[in-house]
């Protein structure tokens, strides 16, 4: 089945960096569009960043300038470097996929487990 498997999470000081790495190897649509989102207890899962076929990146407006997604075909991995992290960043993170050439806003079907951030002031 599908599997996606993320790690790199865990707790940090406002102002810190973390660097999530999500792990496609098993994934067969892994260089197609791949995202990372969050989720707050209660609130409903926030898209933090995607990347496409051609390893174009979008960001949301809260991580733009922090965040970094990136693509390492040789490693199969879908990397999140955050820096600059805020106490608002904290939540559980999960990495997509979906069987689409280019991000187009349509679900994806394809999670992890998810990953948590904690930032403490």
């Known amino acids: 089945g599908v599997r996606l498997v993320e790690s790199g999470g865990g707790s940090v000081q406002a102002g810190g960096s973390l660097r999530l790495s999500c792990d496609a190897s098993r994934f067969i649509y892994r260089n197609l569009c791949m995202a990372w989102f969050r989720q707050i207890p209660g609130k409903e899962r926030e898209l933090v960043a995607n990347i496409d076929i051609g390893d174009s990146p979008t960001y949301s407006d809260s991580v733009k300038g922090r965040f970094t997604i990136s693509r390492d075909k040789s490693k199969a991995t879908v990397d999140l470097q955050m820096n600059n992290l805020l106490t608002e960043d904290t939540a559980r993170y999960y990495c997509?996929?979906?069987?689409?050439?280019?991000?187009?806003?349509?679900?994806?079907?394809?999670w992890g487990q998810g990953t948590q951030v904690s930032v403490s002031s």
């Open positions: 997509a996929g979906v069987n689409m050439k280019h991000c187009t806003g349509r679900p994806f079907p394809y």
